[in-house]
């Protein structure tokens, strides 16, 4: 079993930075694949960054190059660092991870943490 505790959202102005940390317990972050998922109210949930065994990663397009997903092994942990934020940023980012890549992108994780609240303002 994994246990995932998401931590760092807030409310900033666009153009702001918040820093989202995930940590995992119950067993080592490394084995896991793991990615980042965010709803925003009225919307259906989606992916945002992904990060695999071998530390590659993936962006969804509108955050490339504003966000930066990475894990700290050391401290079982998984982050997300977020920059220049926009309005439409806003939304319950939640982590999560799975074993098998597939079913993390397709928003099947077996793992899920309670999510945390961006607010970005104009």
């Known amino acids: 079993q994994v246990q995932l505790a998401e931590s760092g959202g807030g409310s900033v102005q666009a153009g702001g930075s918040l820093r989202l940390s995930c940590a995992v317990s119950?067993?080592?972050?490394?084995?896991?694949?793991m990615g980042w998922f965010r709803q925003a109210p009225g919307k259906e949930r989606e992916g945002v960054a992904y990060?695999?065994?071998?530390?590659?990663?993936r962006y969804e397009d509108s955050v490339k190059g504003r966000f930066t997903i990475s894990r700290e092994n050391f401290k079982n942990t998984m982050s997300l660092q977020m920059d220049n934020l926009v309005p439409d940023d806003t939304a319950m980012y939640y982590c999560?991870?799975?074993?098998?890549?597939?079913?993390?992108?397709?928003?099947?994780?077996?793992?899920w943490g309670q999510g945390t609240q961006v607010t970005v303002s104009s």
């Open positions: 999560a991870a799975d074993p098998l890549y597939r079913e993390l992108e397709a928003g099947r994780a077996t793992y």
């Open positions: 990060i695999d065994k071998r530390d590659d990663t």
């Open positions: 119950g067993n080592t972050a490394r084995g896991y694949l």
